[in-house]
């Protein structure tokens, strides 16, 4: 069936880096946009950042621009997130989320996406 995990996630303080990767299996990878989504304590999950299926585009959150850099590696089926700079409001559970797709486009709202992993939780110390 298909499976996305995250790993990566961990305690970290602030002005530190990590890098996030989401292993896909059971699924044409190379057919599926991909997501990256957070949810904080206490807050609906937003978008982070998303890529067409070859990593070609890529989108962002206003407020991930500059730190967050999406990308993927298609030979692995694997998607990540790299965090810079990690700031204490950067502290949530990070998701990531396939959408298949035959065109170059940035989704950018859950319901559009299929499949979910279950989260990387990134904890940030200031």
């Known amino acids: 069936q298909v499976q996305l995990v995250e790993s990566g996630g961990g305690l970290v303080q602030a002005g530190g880096s990590l890098r996030l990767s989401c292993a896909a299996s059971?699924?044409?990878?190379?057919?599926?946009?991909m997501g990256w989504f957070r949810r904080a304590p206490g807050k609906e999950r937003e978008f982070v950042a998303a890529?067409?299926?070859?990593?070609?585009?890529?989108g962002y959150a206003e407020n991930a621009k500059g730190r967050f850099t999406i990308s993927r590696d298609n030979a692995k089926n694997t998607v990540y997130l790299q965090i810079n700079s990690l700031k204490p409001e950067d502290t949530a559970a990070y998701y990531c989320?396939?959408?298949?797709?035959?065109?170059?486009?940035?989704?950018?709202?859950?319901?559009?996406?299929?499949?979910w992993g279950q989260g990387t939780q990134v904890t940030v110390s200031s």
């Open positions: 989320a396939a959408k298949l797709s035959s065109s170059d486009w940035i989704w950018r709202f859950e319901n559009e996406y299929e499949y």
């Open positions: 890529c067409t299926r070859r990593g070609a585009f890529t």
């Open positions: 059971g699924l044409t990878f190379s057919s599926y946009a």
